[in-house]
Each structure stands twice: as structure tokens, then as C-alpha cells.
């Protein structure tokens, strides 16, 4: 018997979203090369989309490491951060802690500007902390996957920008989902994930050295991410490592399809299907984690109800509908769901269907909410 899933689970958790059938399709174009000339024309095309995605300033270097989100934020830290560099980072949830334990593994001398999970960093704590402790660098989370939670990055990157520092934001969960402007908001480094707003699978990671970062590059300690090498292989062709050819087809049609789209329109769609899923949650009950301007539109943190077994409505809903939600983290297990609404996962449709089943998984508990 085949282990291969035969039929489409709904992907409503915290990543990977659903992959479009086109971006499937693209994967199954013929393998070709890491150094063959079909590669090259793609990876030149896909390096000028995720600059236009990334909406990076000229004179920026947009590619994609492979591996997933964490590449790209090891590749970021890797190439910005060495020993002794004073590196400040927000932590408001779970992935600001790992950009944190990032920075310590290549150096850093960190500075944790820690915020109580379920909340966003004020700006004025950060302009507070960077007089007393100047810092080299300021690390970021854009939207906290682990939270629900948007930090206010362009007001972030100001204040850090002020205070001569250069900036290293994690866009994993925002990247073609929400408002991210790196060139207008001064964010000097930024990465990104391919299975989450972007509608691809995973495996590659969108990262953005924008000018100030290319030019105070250290001395890289990985092989893997060191930026110098990478951009002998994007831009000199230079043999580095054998790039997934499949991969690359995968982000070049998901990027071309947020292009179709238009990224404006794209954002405009993951608010309007945030906005719908509260109001759908709200008829049964349910509220949100975190406070109204806080929230993000691609994943929702839903508060568990008193009296329900968190576990057996997420078993409820694969069991029953083949659907998928996110479990909290850390602090936040067994408090909250996470539910994503992400690339190709935030539809109308998908809501109805989420509606029904927490109804159908409520009820089997004996709960009728609303
Ligand atoms: C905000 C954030 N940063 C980093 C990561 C790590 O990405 P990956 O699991 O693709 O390595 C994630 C994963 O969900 C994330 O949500």
C-alpha cells in the first residue's frame, strides 16, 4: 500500500498553506540542472520578482536560499552578525526567541526586548532600550506565527535606523499576505518562506539584503549561507550547491501567480478573509487572542473555550473533514488554535468549511456554542 496522501487535506494551520494546482503542475516540468541555462534565466527572473515582492530599493540582492524559513533567517544572522556584534531582538513569541538563539550561535552579544506573548512591541520600549544599549543590529519578527500577533515593523525599523542600526526582519509569515514594504521602511535584511503566503511548498527561503547590509556583510562561519558564495552562484555562475531545479519551477509560477494577482489586491484578499473568519467565529462564540490592530490577517490565534478538549477538536477536524488547524505554543498550548489563512488558503469556501466543522467537533463534546 502507498504511503502518498490520495486526496487533498485542507491546509488551515500555521504552514504550509495549500499549494495551487498550477505551482503543482510547474513541479512536474523536466528536472534540468543547477548550472543549465533554462536555471539561469529562471533564477534572473525570480530574483526580480522577489525584489518587487519584497518591494526592496534598488541596488538590493533578492534571492532564495534553499531550505525553509529557518535558512533564511540563518543566512540574514549568518552574514550580518560574527563575535561581539551588540545585537538587540524583539521577542514576542516563539520565532523571535529563535532569532535570538540565532544571533547568540554566531556571536552575538544579544539584548532580548522581551514582550508578553499575545502583545505587539511598542516602539517606545525599543527607542528606551537602544539609548541605554546601543545596538549593531536590531532583529525582528514582522508577523509572530506563534502569537497571532503583527509587530509594528516600519515604526521598529525607523527607530533602529536612528540609532545607526541595521535591521534584519522575518517576514516568514507576512511575506505576500500582509503590508511589507523593505525599501520605503528602511528594513535592511529580510527573509521569508515559500510554503506559507507565497502558495508554494516548502523548501526554499526568499531573503532581501538590501544596499547598507550588502556593504557591512561579516565574514561568514557557514559554507551553506554564506552570501558571498550565493551570489556567485545567482549572479556569477559560479557552482556552489546543486540548486532544486523543481523548487525553483515551484516559486517561479507562486510568484508569478501573486504577480496575476497583484500584491495590493493579494493583501487586500487576506484582510477581507481575516475580517469574514471572525465574524464567522464570533456566531459560535469565539474571540480572538490578540487586541484589534494587533492581529494579523494570515493566522489566527482562536481562543480555546472553557469546558473543550483543545486535542480532540484538532483530531475532530482531520479525522472527520481532512482539515488541518495549528495547536498554541509554548505558553499558549492548549489555549489557542492557530489557524492560518495563507496564499491559496485564504478562500470564503475554506471558512465555511471551518465554521461546520468546529460546530460538528463542538457537538461531539456535548458543547453547542453561540
Ligand atoms: C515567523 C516564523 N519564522 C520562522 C519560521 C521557520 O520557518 P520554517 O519552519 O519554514 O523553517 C516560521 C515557521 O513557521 C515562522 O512562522
Sequence with gaps: MSLLPDNDRVLLGPGPSLTAPRVMRAMASPTVSHLDPIMMALLDDVRGRLGRVFRAAEGSFAFAVSGTGTSGMETTVANLVKDGTRATVIVSGYFGDRLAQMCERYGATVTRLDVEWGRACDPAALRTLLKATPADVVAMVHAETSTGVVNPVKELAAIAREHGALTIVDAVTSLGGMPLDIGAWGIDAAYSCTQKCLGGPAGLAPVVFGPRALAQRVKCRSFYFDLTLLEDYWLRRKYHHTMSSTLV?????????????????????????????LASMAGIGLTVLPREGERLWTLN??????????????????????????????????????????????????????????????????????
Design 249 to 277: 519551477y515551484a516559486l517561479y509560477e507562486a510568484l508569478s501567480i501573486v504577480e496575476e494577482e497583484g500584491l495590493d489586491a493579494r493583501w487586500a484578499r487576506h484582510e477581507q478573509n481575516h475580517l469574514a473568519l
Design 301 to 370: 490565534a482562536i481562543r480555546v473555550p472553557e469546558g473543550i478538549d483543545e486535542a480532540a477538536v484538532r483530531k475532530h477536524l482531520l479525522d472527520t473533514f481532512n482539515m488541518e488547524i495549528g495547536a498554541g505554543l509554548g505558553p499558549l498550548a492548549g489555549k489557542i488554535w492557530r489557524v492560518g489563512l495563507m496564499g491559496a488558503s485564504s478562500s470564503p469556501r475554506l471558512i465555511l468549511l471551518l465554521r461546520g466543522a468546529l460546530e460538528s467537533a463542538f457537538a461531539v463534546q456535548g458543547k453547542a456554542l453561540g
